[in-house]
C-alpha cells in the first residue's frame, strides 16, 4: 500500500477505512467478531488509517479497539468528540470538560494509551473554537492525544483554530458526487499545510455501481432518507455512476476504483477512507490506490461531471444544520 503524509508528519495508507457503518447509519450492526476480522484483514493488506466516533456508538470504539489492538504503534486510529451524550440526535456539546471525558473514555474503548487522531465531529457554536483547540492542545501536552482533526467545517473556523493548535486533518465528504470543497477549503488546507480525509468518497455506495431503481434500503439506514437517494435523483444518479463505469472498463478498473482513483489524483495529501462490511468491497476499494489515471483520463471524467451532473442534495434538511461551513 502507498503512503501519504497528512499534516506535517502523520503518515498513513493512501486509503483508509471508515468503520462507522459496522455498527452505524446503514442499518443492523454488523457482529463484532466478522468486524474485527474485516479491520484485521484491513491491516494486513496494508491500511493504516482506521476512522471511529464516540457518535457510532461505544460498540463501534470497542470493536475498532479489538481489532486493532494488536498492532499497536503500527496504526493511526482516529476518532471523534463534539455531540452531547455521544448522541448526534442530542445536540452540540464541545465544552472542554466534555472534550476531557470523551478522550478518557475513547481511550478506553480503543484500548490505546494515546489517541492518534481527535477530531471535532461538528463545530458547536456555544464555544469558542479556540477553546475546543485549546482544550485539544492541553490534551496533547499531556500525552493523551496526537493530533487534532476537525471535521465538516469551513475556512474561518480552520483558521481560527490552526492559529491555536495546528490542525492535522480536516474530514470532510468529498467525492466526484460532492465537490463543494474545492472552491475555498482545500486551496486553504494547502496553504496551511492542513492535510484532508475524505469520508464517503464512493458517494455513499452510489459510485460503486450497485444502487438503482430496484434498490431497497434496510431499517435505519440513512440513506432512506437523503435526497440523492430518492425517485427520479437515485435513477439519474444510476446512469451516471452507469457512464463513469464504461469510463472504468478502458482502465480495466470498477467504477468505484475509478472513484477512489480520481480523489487520490486530486492532491497529494488526500487520504480517502471508504467504509465497507464486506472483504471483496475490502479489497476492490484498496484497488484504487493502484489506478493510475491520466491528464485525459481526469479531463473525460471532468466533462462527463460538467454535462451531467449529481442530482439531489448529500444531506437531509435535519443533517446539514450541523455542517458549518
Excluded at 494488536?70 to 493511526?76: D, E, I, L, Q, S
Aim: proline content about 4%; glycine content about 10%.
Amino acid at each position: 500500500m502507498k503512503m501519504r503524509t497528512l499534516g506535517k508528519d502523520l503518515d498513513v495508507s493512501a486509503i483508509g477505512m471508515g468503520c462507522m457503518g459496522l455498527t452505524f447509519g446503514y442499518g443492523p450492526a454488523t457482529d463484532k467478531s466478522e468486524g474485527i476480522r474485516l479491520i484485521r484483514a484491513a491491516v494486513e493488506r496494508g491500511v493504516t488509517l482506521f476512522d471511529s466516533a464516540e457518535a457510532y456508538g461505544a460498540d463501534n470504539e470497542e470493536m475498532v479497539g479489538e481489532a486493532l489492538s494488536p498492532y499497536k504503534g503500527n496504526v493511526v486510529i482516529a476518532t471523534k468528540f463534539g455531540f452531547k451524550n455521544g448522541n448526534a440526535k442530542d445536540g452540540l456539546d464541545s465544552r472542554p470538560e466534555r472534550i476531557r471525558l470523551v478522550a478518557e473514555q475513547s481511550l478506553k474503548r480503543l484500548k490505546t494509551d494515546v489517541l492518534d487522531l481527535f477530531y471535532q465531529h461538528r463545530v458547536d457554536p456555544s464555544v469558542p473554537i479556540e477553546d475546543v483547540a485549546g482544550t485539544v492542545k492541553d490534551l496533547i501536552a499531556e500525552g493523551k492525544v496526537k493530533h487534532f482533526g476537525m471535521c465538516e467545517v469551513g475556512v474561518e473556523m480552520i483558521r481560527r483554530a490552526h492559529a491555536v493548535q495546528p490542525v492535522t486533518a480536516l474530514q470532510s465528504e468529498y467525492s466526484m458526487f460532492t465537490r463543494d470543497i474545492e472552491a475555498e477549503i482545500l486551496p486553504t488546507l494547502e496553504q496551511l499545510g492542513i492535510g484532508f480525509v475524505g469520508f464517503s468518497p464512493l458517494g455513499k455506495g452510489l459510485l460503486g455501481g450497485k444502487i438503482g431503481e430496484s434498490t431497497t434500503f434496510k431499517e435505519g439506514d440513512v440513506r432512506s432518507t437523503l435526497p440523492r437517494f430518492s425517485g427520479e435523483a437515485r435513477d439519474a444518479n444510476a446512469k451516471l455512476v452507469g457512464l463513469i463505469g464504461e469510463i472504468a472498463k478502458s482502465k480495466n478498473a470498477t467504477s468505484a476504483q475509478i472513484a477512489l482513483a480520481w480523489l487520490l489524483a486530486q492532491k497529494p495529501w488526500i487520504v480517502p477512507i471508504p467504509g465497507t462490511t464486506k472483504l471483496h468491497r475490502l479489497e476492490e476499494n484498496l484497488g484504487g490506490a493502484e489506478v493510475d489515471l491520466t491528464d485525459v483520463d481526469l479531463k473525460e471524467l471532468g466533462d462527463l461531471l460538467a454535462k451531467q451532473p449529481v442530482q439531489g442534495a448529500r444531506y437531509n434538511e435535519q443533517m446539514m444544520k450541523t455542517v458549518n461551513r
